[in-house]
């Protein structure tokens, strides 16, 4: 069974930070694409950032110079650093498990930026 399990939102001030994690089971995670999206109030889910097996990541334009997306092979989890933090970036964090061609969703994690 594919499970991923994200931890690390909460509530920060603008200009904070966070860094989420999220842990899957199974060693699929190895040779995994994996990756972060958001949702916000009222707006369909976008990409954040992903990460290859082989460590090549993309950012969408809003994260590039404020997140960073790294994995953990021997822990089976990839993070997603978040600085400078603005209040638009308020949404419920989803991470992305893909094993060849179907996709795997956590459960979410809430993250609030207040300004």
């Known amino acids: 069974q594919v499970q991923l399990v994200e931890s690390g939102g909460g509530l920060v001030q603008a200009g904070g930070s966070l860094r989420l994690s999220c842990t899957a089971s199974?060693?699929?995670?190895?040779?995994?694409?994996m990756g972060w999206y958001r949702q916000a109030p009222g707006k369909q889910r976008e990409l954040v950032a992903t990460?290859?097996?082989?460590?090549?990541?993309n950012y969408a334009e809003s994260a590039k110079g404020r997140f960073t997306i790294s994995r953990d092979n021997a822990k089976n989890t990839v993070y997603l650093q978040m600085n400078s933090l603005i209040p638009e970036d308020t949404a419920v964090y989803y991470c992305l498990g893909r094993i060849r061609t179907t996709d795997y969703w956590g459960q979410g994690t809430q993250v609030t930026v207040s300004s």
């Open positions: 990460i290859t097996s082989g460590g090549s990541t």
């Open positions: 199974g060693s699929w995670f190895l040779t995994s694409k």
